[in-house]
C-alpha cells in the first residue's frame, strides 16, 4: 500500500510567499506560479 505524504515547507519559504500575497499584491494563483506549488499549498 502506498501511503502519501505531503511536502514540508521551511518557515521562511512561507514567509516570503505570504508576503507575495500581502505585501506585492499577487494573487494566490499567482504567487502560487511564482513559487512554484501548487494553489492549495499556498491556501493552507
Known amino acids: ?7 514540508t515547507y521551511s518557515a521562511e519559504f512561507k514567509l ?5 500575497v500581502v505585501d506585492e499584491g ?3 494563483r499567482e504567487a502560487s506560479e511564482a ?10
Open 35 to 44: 513559487v512554484g506549488v501548487s494553489k492549495s499549498a499556498v491556501d493552507k
Open 26 to 28: 499577487y494573487s494566490v
Open 16 to 20: 516570503e510567499t505570504a508576503q507575495l
Open 1 to 7: 500500500m502506498n501511503t502519501r505524504t505531503r511536502p
